[in-house]
């Protein structure tokens, strides 16, 4: 009687830790997904932006060129002046901003897992709370 008491108490134990288990695998799978996604869309939207920047210093060299005679001297005014943007963003400065994008993932990410382990009841008074009715 004892023994199959015991055997019952482990196996509910080895259940609860497997439910665990598969649990956290798909809260993780969940929050990996999400950034996984919104990596793509910034990737994506960084990539149209970077294109039309490029068109637009093409467009603003050869408007400079046409200016000063030579479109040679608008090629040089416009990669001078991205030469000057690059060594900006070499510098320490961009670290700052760097910082605050991994701390607000981090806190996003945080805030994310925190959010997942609560009951259902406290989702819905935090949802109606700020208002955010879409997770």
Known sequence: MMNESIKEVIQDIKE???????????NTSEVISHWVVII????????ILLLALFFLMFALALYIGDLLGSDYYG??????????????FLSDTPRLLFDKMKYRMMSDVANKLNFSNQNPSQKMSK???TGDTHS
């Open 75 to 88: 090629y040089l005014i416009i990669g001078l002046l991205m030469l000057l943007v690059s060594f900006v």
């Open 16 to 26: 609860y830790v497997e439910l665990r288990l598969e649990w956290f695998s798909l």
């Open 127 to 129: 949802l109606e709370e």
């Open 40 to 47: 793509l869309q910034k990737f994506f939207a960084i990539s």
